[in-house]
């Protein structure tokens, strides 16, 4: 077994024990803080869990390497979307979305609009640029501020003050244990918070390990970097997401796993702009190849589908997923298919 075997499956072990310590962490800072799981998922969670990532993207940038930097940040987006599908699974029959607050639309939509941007700025191949920095990572990052600043504020509303939709009970298996975690003794807020942090550095440090080994076996496959980049080492960058996401939805933390997903899609798009600073020949966005638009717009509208499930909460089912689950997962293998016969 080569080295690059050793590091990924190891790797991978560490992020899986790691991953689910985050998860519990952040769920009892959300109950013990009052933040609530919309915003710790979408905020606090997705920032640790996407920390891979935007180690991966930074170093695919210094190295000169922007279409496995772009390529990563993309990809983790669709395979994040479809991580949701999969929680859906493991969580019960019907739709997961059905069960949540109606809070992360607005974190799906802030997603849509930066992935948007994005893709336009590939597209247009826009020149305007502050030093090599271009225009167009800055608006995004400023369009992210603007927009966590408004989910911020949201979350602080009293209850009655938010939108009200009629949320489906979790399934009995969900609330038993629910019940049985409250009656266990849990962490402080304190200690929650020191368990978070040494869980996102491990799950960070494991994550870059994780992506170098996925990278160097990608290398024997001869397929091309963009494809490389937006299929695995994204679903590798992206593993902390599996972990926390399943492990929050198995736990009954829907809030947490939804936000989570949503979250870590908005910071991925950020992170743009850090592989833009780091590299120095231009503006990222406007030398990559232009197959990376159409995954930002498979995002898009893997997007614009959990949008719609939040929206119509269908009563729905096939099987133990719900429409815009098994939408979510067509349109996933649907963009990788796409990426693969034009690469």
């Known amino acids: ?38 915003w710790v998922g979408s905020i606090l969670l997705a920032g640790a869990t996407s ?31 479809f991580i949701l599908a999969l929680a859906d699974l493991f969580e019960g029959r019907g739709s997961i979305l059905r069960k949540v ?19 336009l700025a590939i597209l247009l191949r826009m020149p305007a640029s502050i030093g090599w920095i271009g225009w167009d990572t800055v608006l995004i990052v400023t369009v992210y501020v603007f927009g966590v600043r408004l989910m911020t504020r949201y979350s602080h509303r009293e209850p009655e003050e938010q939108a009200q939709v009629a949320i489906d009970p979790a399934p009995p298996w969900i609330e038993k244990r629910r019940r049985r975690n409250e009656r266990e003794p849990g962490m402080s807020l304190g200690r929650a918070s020191v368990v978070f942090a040494a869980a996102g550095a491990v799950v960070t440090v494991a994550g870059v390990v994780l992506s170098r080994a996925a990278d160097a076996l990608a290398e024997t496959t001869g397929l091309g970097a963009t494809f490389i980049g937006s299929s695995l080492v994204a679903a590798a960058t992206s593993l ?33 702009l850090l592989a833009d600073v780091v590299y120095r020949p231009g503006p990222i966005l406007s030398v990559v190849e232009q197959s990376h638009a159409t995954v930002a717009l498979f995002g898009i509208v893997m997007s614009g589908i959990a949008l719609i499930g939040l929206f119509y ?25 796409l990426l693969y016969v034009s690469r």
């Open 1 to 38: 077994m080569s080295w690059a075997w050793v590091a990924f499956l190891g790797s991978a072990s560490l992020i899986v024990v790691a991953g689910t310590a985050l998860s519990r962490a952040a769920d009892v800072i959300a109950e013990k803080s009052r933040l609530g799981g919309l």
């Open 101 to 119: 607050s109606a809070g992360h639309i607005l974190s799906a939509a802030l997603g849509m609009i930066l992935a948007a941007i994005a893709a």
């Open 313 to 337: 909460r269908s009563q729905r089912s096939f099987g133990r997923l719900g429409p815009d689950s098994v939408a979510l997962v067509i349109a996933y293998w649907a963009s990788m298919y």
């Open 51 to 81: 920390l891979p990532e935007a180690v991966t993207s930074l170093s695919a940038g210094v190295m000169g390497l922007p279409d496995i930097a772009v390529g990563n940040v993309f990809g983790s987006i669709v395979f994040n979307l």
């Open 240 to 272: 902390p997401e599996v972990v926390a996401t399943m492990s929050a939805a198995m736990a009954g933390s829907l809030e947490l796993a939804v936000g989570n997903i949503f979250g870590s899609n908005i910071f991925n798009v950020v992170i743009l």
